[in-house]
């Protein structure tokens, strides 16, 4: 099911009740940061892998991801690790869907991705109506993941998660 | 050997944490709301970076000092960022050369980190190294934008990059422990990216319609924990709280 990552499939679904404190609508599967989450004697061990170095929902994903083993009864223990980097490519079908519902449009393949931040092409699809015709207004977004992003047609604003590769 | 390897680690991330600090000082007072964010965003990742680097030093240390106690309990002349991050925010123009100047180097440095064989450090180059690529395009924007702009922002952006240049060579020097972290393979040659470094500088400037600076006179210091007298008030900003409350807790 998930490509890059090791997880015992009893163990899913507690991971899937946890999800993104910044992205609600996105599970912490979805978004590909758990890497190896394995049953060893009587204790859980997890992996997790930060999406931006400086992400502040990485903690509280740490914390919720603890609750929600302890709750069901397991011991556990959490490690963060760097090696390979989380790259954009790790976000499910799933995910890429449920965050364009949410209004953040996904990310694109790398050289787009470059095309759209550098203003040279218009090709983010507005979450609103689903226009072209929108226009870069900020790299930097409300997360460290996003760019800001108006649609020129609808002039709604709205979120572009940034590609990470 | 040891003492080599902590000494390097703090080489990269004091830079990171002291130009965090800077950009973060913007968070609330930026030109505009998109720049306002844009550089709290990029002081994020700086810090963030700076934890995985100390967290590092700290293993290495294991003397019992945490990575917050590295961060904010040390005395001035033990942080050996270069003098160019801790430069003060003087204007927009300042803020965005002195990023620009210090990216450049960054993104460099990063790239040849990744083949370091210190395995830690290459995996956090690699996490950095995405970041990083961002800030650069965001500066490098700037440089241009303010630079091929109006006279007067023109003349500011000339200003900041003629002020600041006296900065960029330090960023070549090498320690010892520099020296010997180069000759294990873990460290980096700074010294074959200073050609590399300008020739891009200077292809920036040049299209930003900027003069590349002719002064020969660089200063340093630095990373023998000589600083300029702006690093005090921004410490004392920044460790306020640790030693106002020591031990205190988030």
Known sequence: ?165 | MKDNLYKYILGIADNSLILGQRMGELCGHGPSLETDIACANISLDLFGQVRSYYQYASKIAGDGRTEDDIAMLRKEREYVNVLLVEQPNIDFAYIMARQFLFDVYHFMFLTELQKSKDLTLAAIASKSIKEVSYHQRFSSDWIKRLGDGTDESHQKMQNAIDDLWTYTEELFHQTEADKEMVKQEIGVDVKKLKENYYKKVNDVLEEATLNIPESKYFQKGGKQGIHTEHLGYLLSDLQYMQRTYPNMEW
Not at chain 1, 42 to 58: F, H, N, W
Not at chain 1, 127 to 136: A, D, E, F, V
């Open chain 1, 1 to 165: 099911m998930i490509e890059h990552a090791d997880i015992d499939t009893e163990l899913l679904p507690i991971l899937d009740q946890v999800s993104d404190p910044e992205i609600p609508v996105l599970t912490i599967l979805d978004m590909g940061v758990v890497r190896y989450a394995k049953l060893v004697d009587d204790e859980v061990k997890i992996k997790l892998t930060p999406t931006y170095s400086g992400c502040p929902a990485m903690d509280v994903i740490s914390d919720d991801v603890k609750a929600a083993f302890e709750k069901a009864g397991y011991k556990v223990s959490i490690d963060l690790v760097l090696s390979p980097a989380w790259t954009t490519d790790w976000i499910s079908e799933e995910g890429r869907d449920a965050l364009e519902k949410y209004g953040i449009a996904p990310p694109l393949e790398a050289d787009a991705d470059k095309d759209a931040l550098l203003g040279n092409k218009r090709i983010v699809k507005c979450t609103n109506c689903g226009s072209q015709n929108t226009k870069l207004v900020s790299q930097f977004g409300s997360t460290a993941c996003k760019a800001l992003f108006q649609c020129e047609d609808c002039q709604e604003p709205f979120d572009y998660f940034k590609c990470l590769k």
